[in-house]
C-alpha cells in the first residue's frame, strides 16, 4: 500500500516536542496554581483507544501517577485528549475508524502506537484519519519499546537452539532415538557420528542493530564467553567500545565485520536502509559454519539467499522468529507457510512464528502498560516524551 513520503524534519520534529513539552508544563503549573487557589486541577488527559483489562489499566493509571494524569479507555475517544494511544488493530478496523474524527480533537498533542514497529499503513491510516500535515507536526507519533526484553530472549533462545540443534534432536529422541548423541556401544560397527554442535565461548557475534534490543542481546551473549561487535547508524568511524565491552560500529563496516562473525543476530527494524541489507553476497562473506538469527524483519535478509546457504550446508544454522509471508486472516492463520522456500525441510533452522514479543502473554502486557505510564509521567512533568517516531529514518 502506497504511502506518503512528505519529508519531516528532524529539527522541526525537535521543535514540536519542545512545544508539547513546554504545553505539557504549563498544563502542571497550573495544576498547582490552582490548587493552592482551591480550584480544579488542570491535568494531562490521556485515553487508550480500545478497552483495557482492569488489572492493567489500574497499572497504566498508577504507572502514570493518577496526580498528574488522567487515563481512560474505550473505543469512543473524548474530545479533551492531550495523548491517545492507539492499538493497531483499532486502527486498521474500519468501523472504528469511521466512527472517529481525529482531526477535530482540538487538544490532541501526541498518539503513541505501543509497539516497536509502526508499519506504513498504520501511517496510512493515521494521516487519513487527523490530516497529513498535523501527524508530525503539531501532533508527535511515538512507539514503544516494551518488548525489548522479552524478544532479547527469544534471539538468544533460537541462537542456542540452532548452535546445539535442539530440535531435531527432539525430535528423535521422543522415538527413543539417542543416536544423535554418537557414543560407540559394545559390539556396534555402523556408529552414526553426533549430530553437529558448536561452541559459542570464545567465537565472535555481530550484532545488527545495538538499541533497545540489540544491546540486550550483546550483554547475554557477553555472558556466554563471546566476543560481541554491533552496527549502529550513529557509531562513530572506526568503532567504539560500550560500557559492556562491545565495540560498536556504523553500518556501512558491515563488509568488514561479516567475515569475522561466527553468529549473526539482526535485531534491526525494517527501513529503507535495512531492506534487503543481507544477501547472496553478505552471506557468503561469513565464516563456514556461521549461525543466523533474526529476530529484527524477516525483510532484512533475503529469502532466497538465506535458504540456500543453509541447504548448501555452508552454514551451521539458522533461527528466525520473523518472515516473509504472513496470514491475512484467522482463517488462514492455521494454513500459511512462512516462506516461499521450504526452510521447514532442513534440519538446521529453529522456526518460530513471530513470538518474540510476546503479545498476549501477560508477562509482555504488564510492561507495556508500566512503560506506557512512565511515558505519560514523563510528559506530564514537562519533558520531551521518549521514543519519538523519527519519519525519515522510519523507526
Known amino acids: 500500500m502506497a504511502f506518503s513520503s512528505r519529508p519531516i524534519l528532524v529539527g522541526a ?51 502514570a501517577d493518577v496526580d498528574l494524569v488522567d487515563v481512560s479507555h474505550g473505543d469512543a475517544v473524548p474530545t479533551d485528549v492531550n495523548v491517545l494511544i492507539i492499538d493497531p488493530r483499532q486502527l486498521m478496523n474500519p468501523s472504528w475508524r469511521r466512527a472517529q474524527d481525529l482531526a477535530a480533537l482540538p487538544s490532541l498533542r501526541a498518539l503513541i502506537m505501543p509497539y516497536a514497529g509502526i508499519l506504513p499503513e498504520h501511517l496510512v491510516q493515521l494521516r487519513a484519519l487527523l490530516g497529513d500535515e498535523r501527524l508530525g507536526s503539531s501532533v508527535m507519533l511515538h512507539n514503544l519499546h516494551h518488548n525489548a526484553p522479552m524478544t532479547a530472549e527469544m534471539g538468544v533462545a533460537l541462537l542456542l537452539a540452532a548452535a546445539k540443534r535442539l530440535v531435531p534432536a527432539d525430535r528423535r529422541l521422543r522415538q527413543g532415538d539417542w543416536r544423535p548423541r554418537g557414543l560407540p556401544f559394545a559390539g556396534a560397527t ?37 566476543n560481541v561487535l554491533a552496527t549502529r547508524r550513529t557509531a562513530p568511524r572506526g568503532g567504539a567500545r560500550s560500557a559492556e565491552g562491545v565495540v560498536v560500529h556504523p553500518a556501512d563496516a558491515l563488509p568488514q565485520l ?138
Request: proline content about 6%; hydrophobic content about 45%.
Open 258 to 395: 561479516l567475515p569475522e562473525a561466527d553468529v549473526l543476530m539482526v535485531c534491526v527494524p525494517s527501513t529503507a536502509e535495512t531492506r534487503q541489507l543481507i544477501g547472496a553476497a553478505e552471506l557468503a562473506l561469513l565464516p563456514d559454519r556461521a549461525v543466523v538469527v533474526n529476530v529484527g524483519r524477516g525483510e532484512v535478509l533475503e529469502e532466497r539467499a538465506l535458504y540456500e546457504a543453509l541447504r548448501s550446508g555452508r552454514l551451521h544454522g539458522a533461527g528466525i522468529d520473523v518472515w516473509y509471508s504472513y496470514p491475512r486472516s484467522y482463517d488462514e492463520t492455521s494454513r500459511t507457510p512462512p516462506s516461499s522456500m521450504p526452510f521447514g525441510e532442513l534440519d538446521s533452522v529453529v522456526l518460530s512464528p513471530h513470538r518474540g514479543g510476546g503479545i498476549g502473554i501477560l508477562d509482555t502486557e504488564l510492561l507495556r502498560m508500566r512503560h506506557l505510564g512512565e511515558m505519560l509521567r514523563v510528559a506530564a512533568l514537562g519533558k520531551p516524551m521518549p521514543n519519538a517516531w523519527n519519519f525519515d529514518k522510519g523507526y
Open 190 to 226: 555402523d556408529i552414526e557420528p553426533p549430530m553437529p554442535m558448536l561452541l559459542l565461548e570464545g567465537r565472535t557475534a555481530l550484532v545488527l542493530g545495538f538499541g533497545a534490543l540489540g544491546s540486550r542481546v550483546a550483554r547475554v551473549l557477553l555472558a556466554l564467553g563471546m
Open 13 to 63: 520534529a525537535t521543535a514540536t516536542a519542545t512545544a508539547v513539552a513546554l504545553l505539557l508544563r504549563r498544563r502542571l503549573m497550573l495544576r498547582q496554581s490552582s490548587s493552592t487557589a482551591g480550584h480544579a486541577a488542570t491535568r494531562l488527559r490521556a485515553h487508550f483507544a480500545r478497552p483495557v483489562e482492569a488489572t492493567q489499566l489500574e497499572l497504566l493509571r498508577r504507572s
